[in-house]
């Protein structure tokens, strides 16, 4: 996955979607997903780590249309939150859900 997405307050934003290494065993692929902020003099890079389960897309490039349409979808309504060079910030709990920050 790469792309240039403006957001609702017409910031731009390159995204670059690379598979990561996992165990073999895991019930997951994952992927490191860099956001960089275009309109700064020095591009502001943010990391996120997306994992697909495997029960949910089982093969990896199932996975990887999962990360370009629904994750791509979900990113971008946290990237067009980014103001002050801030974005929602997202922790995992202990139940499987996420708290948004």
């Known amino acids: 996955m790469e792309e240039v997405y403006t957001n609702v307050n017409g910031v731009k934003f390159k995204i670059i979607g690379l598979p990561e290494k996992v165990p073999e065993d895991a019930d997951y692929f994952g992927f490191t997903v860099i956001s960089l902020v275009l309109r700064t003099e020095e591009p502001i890079t943010n990391h996120y780590k997306a994992l697909v389960k495997k029960s949910i897309c089982p093969t990896?490039?199932?996975?990887?249309?999962?990360?370009?349409?629904?994750?791509?979808?979900f990113l971008h309504e946290i990237l067009d939150t980014y103001e002050e060079e801030q974005t929602l910030m997202l922790f995992p709990n202990n139940n499987g859900d996420w708290y948004i920050l």
């Not at 990896?60 to 979808?73: F, M, R, V």
Request: no cysteine.
């Open 60 to 73: 990896e490039s199932s996975a990887e249309k999962w990360l370009n349409t629904i994750g791509k979808d």
